[in-house]
């Protein structure tokens, strides 16, 4: 599942000029990556970010991203800005730097 707020994190990280993809293969890959994406940032949506961020004091739109992840079901959400192996409403945050796909199949 990919938060409709990540696929805006990265074309606003596009625009800017942060990653050298070009326009077209950035649009290009956001269809690719549409039926990935669920739902929207709704106010049903900002209204857990909000619970989860009194609960965890993460980073505004880290929580939006959390939230998408917890309605969506996921059982894990991979990131670096999180803290490594801490669960919030049943989805374990799991750092890719830290964490390989083995250790998900092994240890979660």
Request: negative net charge; proline residues 4%; charged residues 20%.
């Amino acid at each position: 599942m990919v938060s409709p707020q990540v696929l805006g994190e990265l074309h606003n990280a596009v625009l800017r000029g942060k990653v050298a993809v070009e326009g077209a293969e950035m649009r290009r890959m956001t269809v690719e990556l549409q039926p990935f994406s669920q739902g929207a940032t709704d106010l049903e949506l900002i209204t857990l970010a909000w619970a989860i961020r009194t609960e965890t004091v993460f980073q505004w739109w880290d929580c939006v991203i959390l939230a998408a992840a917890i309605r969506a079901g996921c059982r894990y959400l991979l990131s670096e800005d999180y803290q490594h192996d801490r669960t919030v409403r049943g989805t374990t945050i799991l750092n890719p730097f830290m964490a390989g796909p083995e250790a998900v199949v092994t240890e979660h």
